[in-house]
């Protein structure tokens, strides 16, 4: 099986703009988490998805926000970029509705100037 | 609000050491357990989980962790490193129910010298 693919690999905005972060979840899992790792705060959890709709959500801003497709793909949106948005932004896909291991994705990581 | 907390973020031993890295963590629920590694380059790997049953368990390259619930902890231990072993080091708990939501503990930094 293929694992948990993120795209884009890297990407660089400037304050203010907008952008939007993709990850296609291992075959047959339905749920997908998304988290941001900075050196500072780790990583943190934004939300969670399973079958089209946010079951879970960290605490961030709204400026941050996902969606999920019926493929169970799913992007995060952040608007309004900030310098402190800078950070890798992981993709994990589970199992068993959600309850079982996460897998991880390479991560796609966001400077922003 | 939950936490974890590892107690070493950056631990230096030399090839054949014994490692140990401590993870405790908030939460008077049920959890699920979790160790996972980031080597150098790379994503985010399972070493181990715990669920449910034999508190003492087992992952992958000869890494193990028990579950002691009285005291909050799931600590890693491995009997012999090697230079492969370098990475960093994380602990998770998920609450049950909080499907997808990990919380992550803030890491160690593993060092092996050859």
């Known amino acids: 099986k293929a694992g948990v693919t993120q795209t884009p690999r890297y990407l660089i905005k400037t304050r203010g703009q907008q952008v939007t972060l993709s990850c296609s979840p291992i075959?047959?899992?339905?749920?997908v988490s998304w988290y941001q790792q900075t050196p500072g705060q780790g990583l943190q959890f934004l939300f969670e998805?399973?079958?089209?709709?946010?079951?879970n959500k960290g605490n961030f801003p709204g400026r941050f926000s996902g969606r999920q497709f019926s493929n169970s793909r799913s992007e995060m949106n952040v608007s309004t970029l900030e310098l402190g948005d800078s950070a890798l932004y992981l993709c994990?896909?589970?199992?068993?509705?959600?309850?079982?291991?996460?897998?991880f994705g390479e991560g796609s990581r966001l400077t922003v100037l | 609000a939950q936490s974890v907390s590892q107690h070493n973020h950056h631990v230096i031993l030399s090839e054949a050491a014994s490692l140990e890295l401590g993870c405790n963590y908030s939460?008077?629920?049920?959890?699920?357990l979790f160790w996972y590694v980031q080597y150098p380059g790379q994503h985010l790997q399972l070493l181990l989980k715990?669920?449910?049953?034999?508190?003492l368990v087992k992952g992958i390259k000869g890494f193990e962790a028990e579950f002691i619930k009285s005291k909050f902890s799931f600590n890693l231990r491995k009997p012999s490193v090697q230079w492969s072993d370098t990475a960093e080091y994380f602990c998770?708990?998920?609450?049950?129910?909080?499907?997808?939501?990990?919380?992550f503990g803030q890491g160690t930094t593993l060092q092996v010298k050859p």
């Open positions: 994990a896909s589970s199992d068993l509705q959600g309850a079982g291991e996460l897998f």
């Open positions: 075959s047959g899992h339905r749920s």
């Open positions: 998805y399973f079958s089209e709709t946010q079951r």
């Open positions: 939460y008077g629920g049920t959890v699920n």
């Open positions: 715990y669920f449910s049953g034999d508190p």
């Open positions: 998770a708990v998920r609450s049950s129910g909080n499907t997808g939501k990990l919380i």
